[in-house]
Structures are given as C-alpha cells and as structure tokens.
C-alpha cells in the first residue's frame, strides 16, 4: 500500500500526536479498502473550522472533523481522496468533556475522516452502524477504548 499523507499544521495547540501517528491511523483506515492514494489532513483552530463549517455544511461554530472527498473528474486519473479537516481546539474540548484520552479522540476523528473520504456516511442508521462499527473495531485494534457505547452498536 502506497499512501501519501500531507499533513499541514495550522493551529497553536501545542498537545497535537506526531506525525507517525497520523501516517499509521491514516494507513489503518485505508487498509483493504484502497492500494494507493493521496490525501490531506490540515490541523486547524476554532476560526477556520467555523469558517468552513458555515460555507459548506451551512452549520454555525467549529466542529471537530469536515472531511472533502475529491471529485472524480472523468478521463482523469488521480490518487488524490480528498482533504481533512481537524480542528484541535474542538478536539481537545471534547477529550476532555467524555472523559477519554485524548489520543483516542485523534485517531477516532483522523479514521473517522478517513471513512468519509471513502464514501462512508452516518446520515441513515443503517449507514452509521457500519461506520461506527468499522470505527469501534479499527479503535479497538489501535489498543484505545470504544468511541461509541457497546449498546448502541448492538441495534
């Protein structure tokens, strides 16, 4: 498996995972589903993230994770899956808040993002319980504790 990893940090947060980190949750989520491609992750604070929370999804704040899957353009080949953006703030804030490391919290949200790229969605419960699924098990394979309470996995 061949996948590049651009990582661009713009953020001041100082807690962020190395970028091995983001290398192995990004090959884990990719595993079996794709041999090669390319992607982006951009680290970012509260202000962007808004910033394009309000222009793409029409949603007002920050929130943790926006994933843009690349457009296939017919007649083109291309690697490139598509971007990622984190925002760190958010992140932090919400480790804290559930009480789960904060390192779990990253690698949920980059394999989270990662799925999105990939076409998967949680818009209908059928969609989420396989998301959350591969999520769960891809978390628990990292060592880290379940994102999702085991009894809402099981409906």
Known sequence: MSIDLE?????????????????????????TRVDTGELTIRIVDEEESANLNREYREKFG???????????????????????????????????????????????????GVLHLLGYSHDEDKDAEEMESLETEMLIKLGFP???????MEH
């Open 7 to 31: 990582l661009q940090i713009a953020s001041d947060i100082k807690t962020l995972p190395h970028p091995t980190q983001f290398q192995e949750w990004v090959g884990l989520a990719l595993y």
């Open 62 to 112: 920050p929130t943790n994770v926006l994933s843009f899957p690349y457009e296939v353009i017919p007649g083109i080949a291309s690697r490139f899956l598509g971007d990622i953006i984190i925002c760190a703030p958010v992140v932090e804030k919400e480790a804290l808040e559930q009480n789960i490391p904060l390192l779990a919290h990253w690698a949920h949200m980059v394999i989270h």
């Open 146 to 152: 379940p994102p999702y309470p085991l009894d809402d």
